[in-house]
């Protein structure tokens, strides 16, 4: 994609600290996880095609005796050539010395600028650098382009390796939730399903969650991103339950919502059911070939069917999706790309246009309604009650794989397991 006469530079994640001599855990940048699976902080990668001397250059932390003694052992540039695959390797210290000779005679550089605005001083640094060189008939870097526009386009398409990684992550994400469902019972509070999810993830050998886990009970299952998980669960409430695992890197994202006490009250099941009739017409309209909206407009489509034969929406059914009549009970789409990012690279318009499924794109499919208490007219029945489904989709040749389809998903299948779960606790 590069071709020559051109060099990209990948920069790695930084340590950040949380408080007074406490870092954040570290997580390496998707792009440089992406291109060399090398995991420490302070790390460079530089790609040079044709360059003579090895095409791929990797700095990062040259080992040290007594920061290993705190910190744990460091890789070091001669480990990381073995380890790694990259053609050379230097400590990270000295790249002010090395790459802005490897940028000399480069046309183009490739590079995520303003991700790292302290990297991207650096780098206008070497290049003013350069100032006088063309007298001695050499030339500096005359272009900038985006990097993302190449890496991210790669790590949109998955490949088996990646997709092993990802039915693993799918797998231990399934046996979370299965854990979770076996256990709740009214007075507990939500951290405490928190608990049963990280337990499971980090029993099974995922150390971390993809994102904070998201256990909203009663009118919390209405916001978003509800990351507090600190009320008590009440008997009749519904929980909505959005964790997935990090396994290698790769996340996976699961939904599903359920009865505190069990059993689904009626007005509870007439959202829920409505909420997977679009997500299975989402995933029916999931096949190479269709585009990235059509999955949204047919969830949406079933969503409005619903509600109006719920009487929460009124008036002709063309009509009141013209007018988009459902974004007041669900504001989000039904998906986004998957990978290393939860919200994964790739653009879902190319040239103004929807983007077209592919043979592997992995992507979710989430339909919601969300009935706040706050939200004027509604029937009361119906006000506190919010709903999401989720699951991971792979783009296939003929069709698509729901990845975590081995999650039970209808409203009958899920009070069954929930009552399993009170069996076992009796027990």
């Known amino acids: 994609m590069m071709g020559q006469e051109g060099i990209a530079i990948v920069n790695g994640a930084h340590l950040t600290q949380r408080n007074l001599d406490v870092d954040y855990p570290f997580r390496q940048h998707s792009d440089m996880l992406y291109m060399t699976g090398f995991s420490e902080p302070e790390a460079v990668l530089v790609l040079i095609p044709g360059r003579e001397h090895g095409e791929s250059i990797l700095f990062c932390q040259a080992r040290d005796e007594n920061s290993e003694r705190w910190t744990g052992e460091i890789t070091g540039p001669e480990r990381a050539r073995q380890l790694y695959g990259v053609d050379d390797a230097f400590p990270i210290n000295d790249i002010d010395e090395i790459l802005p000779g490897l940028l000399e005679n480069q046309r183009r550089v490739y590079h995520c600028m303003g991700e790292d605005r302290d990297f991207d001083d650096r780098l206008l640094r070497w290049l003013h650098g350069f100032s006088g060189y063309r007298q001695s008939g050499g030339h500096s870097p005359g272009e900038f382009v985006q990097l993302g526009q190449y890496l991210h386009e790669l790590r949109l398409f ?98 599903r919502t359920l009865p505190v006490n069990g059993r689904f009250s009626t007005p509870q099941r007439e959202i829920y059911d409505i909420v997977l009739a679009a997500h299975e017409a989402a995933r029916r309209e999931i096949q190479p070939g269709n585009h990235w909206n059509q999955p949204h407009m047919a969830a949406m489509r079933a969503v409005t069917e619903g509600l109006v034969g719920l009487k929460i929406l009124e008036g002709d059914i063309d009509a009141l999706m013209e007018d988009e009549a459902y974004r007041p009970f669900t504001m989000h789409r039904i998906g986004h790309w998957l990978g290393l990012d939860v919200h994964d690279v790739g653009e879902y318009r190319v040239e103004e246009q929807w983007r077209v499924f592919e043979q592997g794109m992995v992507m979710t499919v989430e339909p919601g309604i969300y009935l706040g208490r706050d939200l004027s007219g509604v029937p009361e029945r119906y006000r506190g009650i919010g709903v999401r489904i989720e699951d991971d989709v792979l783009l296939t040749r003929k069709g698509h794989e729901v990845l975590t389809d081995a999650l039970v998903r209808d409203a009958a299948g899920i009070e069954a397991l929930m009552a399993s779960g009170a069996v076992q606790r009796q027990e």
Do not use: W
């Open 158 to 255: 998955k490949s088996q390796t990646e997709l092993a990684l990802m039915r693993r992550g799918a797998d231990i994400t399934i046996k979370a939730h299965e854990r979770l469902m076996c256990s709740i019972t009214p007075g507990q509070y939500e951290y405490q399903l928190e608990a049963e999810l990280l337990h499971q993830f980090m029993i099974m050998g995922a150390r971390h969650a993809a994102y904070p886990c998201i256990v909203g009970s009663g009118d919390n299952a209405c916001v978003m991103h509800y990351v507090a998980n600190n009320r008590r669960m009440e008997d009749g409430d519904l929980v909505l339950v959005d964790a997935g695992c990090e396994h290698e890197g790769y996340a996976s994202d699961v939904t």
